[in-house]
């Protein structure tokens, strides 16, 4: 599975590309993708959304996770947070591939252990889980992270309805001893 993990911004959007096999996680790919802040926001959300495509057409990733974005004091930065988020949404989708969301706490506990981390401790721990040199820039590293979070849950999910479950009307209702 090859996951695109994006970080939203109408400034700068982290993107992160990682391949999950297993437990095992292995770097592809990061950076960002910035639009001008002196042009006006039809053209900068239009440079996100033709970013988002060229790195969907040069990684060809499987599937994709987004930070779902969080409610700040500032009204209309978190406005503006948004429409940027829906640019990636709509880019992302306009592909088909299967997006997964996740808030900033989904995306922390996955990564670092605790919701309440902070900026360098995702960007530590990202480069510790990814075996890279380096720890990756902050919009890179949330972006990766929030992959990381998807690998962790798709494990999960695909966990829980593997071999030897037993379902009863559809619903998974228990696992089989092994």
């Known amino acids: 599975m090859r996951i695109l993990g994006i970080d939203p911004g109408l400034r700068i959007t982290g993107f992160g590309v990682l391949e999950a096999e297993g437990a095992k996680l292995r770097y592809v790919a990061s950076g960002r993708i910035t639009s001008n802040e002196r042009e006006p926001l039809p053209s900068r959300i239009a440079t996100l959304f033709a970013g988002i495509r060229e790195v969907v057409d040069t990684w060809q990733p499987t599937h994709a996770a987004v930070e779902i974005v ?3 004091v500032n009204p209309q930065s978190t406005l503006l947070l948004g429409q940027a988020r829906g640019a990636a949404l709509s880019a992302l989708t306009a592909t088909g591939l299967p997006v997964a969301e996740y808030t900033a706490l989904q995306v922390k506990q996955a990564v670092v252990g605790h919701g309440k981390a ?23 590293a949330d972006a990766l992270a929030c992959a990381i979070c998807h690998a962790h849950a798709a494990r999960g999910m695909g ?20």
């Open 159 to 178: 966990a829980i309805g593997g071999p030897g479950a037993r379902r009863r009307g559809g619903r998974i209702i228990a696992r089989r001893p092994a």
């Open 70 to 72: 969080f409610v700040n």
């Open 118 to 140: 902070n900026k360098e401790q995702v960007q530590y721990m990202v480069a510790r889980l990814l075996a890279l040199a380096a720890a990756p820039g902050t919009d890179a």
